[in-house]
């Protein structure tokens, strides 16, 4: 009996050895002869950015066989609505297709020649974006795949790549101090649980030691039964260069110590039972809330304050939103956005170049006046790169 159960072991043995041997050659001969783009590495999500300024800018990608081809083969090129379609549907994002107008592919099919296993490269070039397109707010991509115009195989999750395109935002900014604060005139009151304040800022003054320089206001908005959200650089108890914001009767510090004269992207989200701040689309800190009811009155609300605003600051891009936003959509809407994006409630650009009153993007009527004689930059670039 002994000796039958040995036999029976030792032939299960042996077909589990060809079974595997069987599923190894199989894979094999999936991956032998099959071609993709060679930048994605047959990643199924793949892209790369192209940053785009007042210049035209280029990506080179290749073609790449898995091994050596016996002749040559063919692939074609082409942009594929559907494949960006599907990276927004993974990535949680809005792409939309650059218009034709605004990009080239040097070609439309290529070539990986006998005995080789990488193409000449295929170079895609956008160009600078029109004031139509900038003024849209909108963000675009280009969706590149290859197929195969031989039957040589093409390996499915290593066959499209998404250039993202990326906006360089030279635009004015206007200078805020004690002398020239912002008051907003909003369409209505409101009773949010749910918000998000985003902007961006540059502060040429910040005080190091705790207390120094302290309650340097920003946005702040106020309502009835304790309604508020206010954010400021510096507490007595806290560092001069230390982001504060105070709402639901409590106040959460950031752990990012700012530096002066640098461009930032600050992001507040509360859900009502959270509050969470995104630096430069980063998570830096986050805390409980009492899920209360935040009132905000039409009235009251401004940036900056008269009595402990000491420095000058630039801002761009003030949203404010009745939505709590996403890490993603936060970080990839920094600098630009669809004014008709759902949720955006007020969007002061910055952007007018001259004068004391700043526009409503969302078409809301939120109005947005310079209380003193706004001294404005002209041809800035917002992100803080050179």
């Not at 050895?17 to 002869?33: Q, R």
């Not at 020649?113 to 956008?126: K, R, W």
């Not at 093409?154 to 004690?178: C, E, H, K, R, W």
């Not at 709590?324 to 920094?334: K, T, V």
Request: proline residues 2%; contains cysteine.
């Amino acid at each position: 009996m002994k000796s039958n159960i040995s036999k029976l072991l030792l032939v299960c043995a042996a077909a589990c050895s060809v079974a595997l041997t069987s599923c190894n050659d199989a894979d094999y001969d999936v991956i032998e002869n099959q071609a993709y783009i060679a930048q994605t590495n047959t990643n199924g999500n793949s892209s790369k950015k192209i940053t785009v300024g007042n210049d035209s800018q280029s990506a080179e990608f290749n073609v790449r066989v898995s091994s050596p081809v016996g002749k040559d083969c063919t692939f074609g090129i082409s942009v594929d609505e559907t494949a960006l379609k599907t990276y927004n549907e993974t990535n949680s994002t809005a792409y939309e297709l650059l218009p034709a107008s605004q990009y080239t592919l040097s070609a439309t099919d290529v070539t990986v020649a006998q005995g080789e296993s990488t193409s000449m490269p295929v170079t895609l070039t956008v160009k600078p974006f029109t004031e139509e397109l900038k003024n849209s707010g909108k963000k675009f991509a280009v969706p590149v795949k290859i197929t195969s115009k031989d039957g040589t195989g093409v390996i499915n999750s290593g066959s499209t790549l998404v250039y993202v395109i990326d906006q360089v935002i030279f635009q004015p900014v206007p200078t805020i101090n004690a002398a020239n604060n912002v008051q907003m005139t909003m369409r209505q009151d409101y009773d949010l649980t749910e918000w998000t304040l985003e902007f961006n800022v540059n502060i040429d003054k910040l005080g190091k030691a705790i207390g120094e320089l302290n309650n340097q206001a920003l946005f702040g908005a106020w309502g009835s039964n304790g309604g508020e959200i206010y954010t400021r650089f510096g507490d007595a108890p806290i560092e001069g260069d230390l982001l504060q914001i105070k709402t639901q009767g409590s106040q959460m510090n950031s752990n990012t110590h700012f530096n002066a004269n640098t461009w930032y992207h600050v992001a507040f989200v509360c859900t009502g039972t959270k509050l969470y701040l995104y630096i430069n689309g980063v998570l830096d800190n986050s805390m409980d809330l009492g899920g209360k009811v935040t009132n905000i009155a039409h009235d009251n609300v401004k940036f900056g304050n008269t009595d402990y605003l000491r420095a000058n600051v630039k801002v761009s891009e003030l949203r404010f939103w009745t939505v709590a936003r996403q890490q993603a959509e936060i970080a990839n809407n920094m600098y630009v956005i669809d004014p008709t994006t759902n949720g955006l409630e007020a969007y002061w650009k910055m952007n007018e170049g001259t004068g004391n009153d700043f526009s409503d993007a969302t078409g809301h009527g939120n109005l947005a006046h310079a209380v003193g004689n706004t001294q404005w930059t002209q041809n800035v670039r917002i992100d803080g790169k050179e």
